[in-house]
C-alpha cells in the first residue's frame, strides 16, 4: 500500500506559475504509474496528465497540453506537475494517483491540494 500527501497548491493570479508536489510512502515508488487529476466545482474529476512508472511515456489532456509539464523522481519518491501560463480554468482541487504496474494490483489517491487561479 501507498500514502500519497500533496502539496504546493495556492493561489495564483492568471498567466503565472505554479508546481505541484506528491510524496509517496509506504511501498517501491517505482512499481506504480503515476497521475494528476483535478475536480473542479461541480464537474466530476478527470485526467490531467500521467506518467508511467519509469517515466518513459507521459500523457496529457489537450485542455493542458504545452502548458503542463508531469516528471518524477523515483529516488525521491516524489511526483511533480509544474503548471505554466495558468488560468482561471485551471481552479480546482489536484488529486495524485498512483496506479500499481509491477506486482499486484492496487490503485491510491492522495487528499488533494487546491489550485485556484484569480486576479
Known amino acids: 500500500q501507498v500514502q500519497l500527501v500533496e502539496s504546493g497548491g495556492g493561489l495564483v493570479q492568471p498567466g503565472r506559475s505554479l508546481r505541484l508536489s506528491c510524496l509517496a510512502s509506504?511501498?517501491?515508488?517505482?512499481?506504480?504509474?503515476m497521475s494528476w487529476y483535478r475536480q473542479a466545482p461541480g464537474k466530476e474529476r478527470e485526467l490531467v496528465a500521467r506518467?508511467?512508472?519509469?517515466?518513459?511515456?507521459?500523457d496529457y489532456a489537450d485542455s493542458v497540453k504545452g502548458r503542463f509539464t508531469i516528471t518524477r523522481d523515483n529516488f525521491k519518491n516524489t511526483l511533480y506537475l509544474q503548471m505554466d501560463s495558468l488560468k482561471p480554468e485551471d481552479t480546482a482541487v489536484y488529486y495524485c494517483n498512483a496506479f500499481r504496474v509491477v506486482g499486484s494490483s492496487g490503485e491510491y489517491w492522495g487528499q488533494g491540494t487546491q489550485v485556484t487561479v484569480s486576479s
Open positions: 509506504g511501498s517501491t515508488f517505482s512499481n506504480y504509474a
Open positions: 506518467i508511467g512508472n519509469t517515466a518513459r511515456t507521459t
